[in-house]
Structures are given as structure tokens and as C-alpha cells.
């Protein structure tokens, strides 16, 4: 079934430890997103790419960071974890709108718990 | 940046209609959606709008006004399986999404 892959599903991590969620899409869309679940203030954009080889910040980039080599995958990584990194994650394509609406297609999500 | 603002939690009956409000103040816009998102799982897609008036969807319609920065999603015939936080989010013209703190709505029998 074609769509979006995140993994791991879910993490405890200490503080401190590097830690990278990968993304993967089979879709062909040209751009992607991470965004954070935090119970109260909904889903807020963490990095952004609207094409492969480019990447941009969203609301909440400090603490992360991004690479899109190419069109399927887009990594997140913390590199060094904190306890208010503890969130859940989503990843997300969508094409370019156009003749379409341009909709978000969201993986299942990654819960990470950073002790 | 954007800043949109929804209701925090309704309840309504099954069969019933609710109505969830969305305001928005943004730099841009590019778009309004509307996405549902059951608990413990990833949001899906519902409804956009991106010119003023109504668009239906079987049961579930959505409104925008943009010179109010204004949007309702209408869910007629509520069934249990609606019970979902529904999420408001507007792009931008960089088309980036942003979005509301969401509605939990609970629908009860």
C-alpha cells in the first residue's frame, strides 16, 4: 500500500543521545514535513522540504535538523536529546498544489520520550 | 505567522449536527483544510477550501469566508465512529501548513 513510512514507532531515548527518525515515501511527492504533537497546542512545523536537495525552517526547527537527498526519504535528527523533545512526531508529504488541493499525507507517527 | 483559533472540546448527541468554528490571522493564505484525527492515530484529510462559500462532502460541509478569516466544518447525522479531534489549518503561500490546537468532539448516545 503506497504512502508514508515512519520509524521507529516509538522510543525512550535518554538526554543527551543523538537520535534520527526516518520518513520514507513512495508517493513521488515533491514536498515534505515534520511536524510535533503536543497535547494543547496541536501540530506545529518543525522543518520543511519543497523539493529534493532543499530544506527550510518551520515554527519549531532549534534542536533539529533535516536532509533530503533525494525524493523519498527525510530524516529527522536530534542531536542531542532533550526531556521537551518528548513529543509526538509526524511526517508528511504532499505534491505541489496545483490541479490539486495539495493535501497533507501523514505517517502513523513516532512517540519519543526523551528521560 | 499564523495564528488560528478553534473551540477546545464539543459534545453532541448521536444524529445530532455540530458545527466547529475556525478564525484565522495569518501573513498569507493559500488555503483552508480540514483534517480529522482519531485518537492515537495520524490526521486525514476532510475538506478544503480555498474560495468563499460552502463545500460539501456527504455528510460533513465546510464554509469559508476570507474577508472574515472564517470557517466552519459541519458534521450532520453524527455517528459514535465521529467522535475524533478535528483539526484547522491554514496554508500559507509558501505552502506551508499551519495548524489550530484542534476540537475534540465527543458524541454520545
Known amino acids: 500500500i503506497a504512502g508514508i513510512t515512519q520509524a521507529p514507532t516509538s522510543q525512550i531515548l535518554a538526554a543527551g543521545r543523538r537520535m534520527t527518525l526516518r520518513c520514507t515515501q513512495d508517493?513521488?511527492?515533491?514536498?515534505m514535513y515534520w511536524y510535533r504533537q503536543d497535547l494543547g497546542l496541536g501540530l506545529r512545523l518543525i522543518h520543511y522540504?519543497?523539493?529534493?536537495?532543499?530544506?527550510g525552517k518551520g515554527e519549531v526547527p532549534d534542536g533539529y535538523s533535516v536532509s533530503r537527498a533525494n525524493t523519498d526519504d527525510f530524516p529527522l535528527t536530534l542531536a542531542s536529546a532533550v526531556p521537551s523533545q518528548t513529543s509526538v512526531y509526524f511526517c508528511?508529504?504532499?505534491?505541489?498544489?496545483?490541479?490539486?488541493?495539495?493535501?497533507?499525507?501523514f505517517g502513523e507517527g513516532s512517540r519519543l520520550t526523551v528521560l | 505567522g499564523q495564528n488560528i483559533d478553534q473551540p477546545t472540546e464539543m459534545t453532541a448527541t448521536e444524529g445530532a449536527i455540530v458545527q466547529i468554528n475556525c478564525t484565522y490571522q495569518?501573513?498569507?493564505?493559500?488555503?483552508l483544510f480540514w483534517y480529522q484525527q482519531h485518537a492515537g492515530e495520524a490526521p486525514t484529510f476532510l475538506s478544503y477550501?480555498?474560495?468563499?462559500g460552502l463545500e460539501e462532502k456527504g455528510r460533513f460541509s465546510s464554509f469559508l469566508s476570507r474577508s472574515k478569516g472564517y470557517s466552519y466544518l459541519l458534521l450532520k447525522e453524527l455517528q459514535m465512529k465521529d467522535s475524533a479531534s478535528y483539526l484547522c489549518?491554514?496554508?500559507?503561500?509558501?505552502?506551508?501548513?499551519?495548524f489550530g490546537a484542534g476540537t475534540t468532539v465527543t458524541v454520545r448516545a
Open positions: 508528511a508529504s504532499s505534491e505541489f498544489p496545483g490541479l490539486n488541493t495539495g493535501e497533507l499525507f
Open positions: 508517493m513521488r511527492h515533491n514536498a
Open positions: 522540504s519543497n523539493t529534493a536537495g532543499t530544506t
Open positions: 495569518t501573513s498569507g493564505f493559500n488555503g
Open positions: 477550501n480555498v474560495l468563499d
Open positions: 489549518a491554514v496554508r500559507d503561500d509558501d505552502y506551508k501548513l499551519s
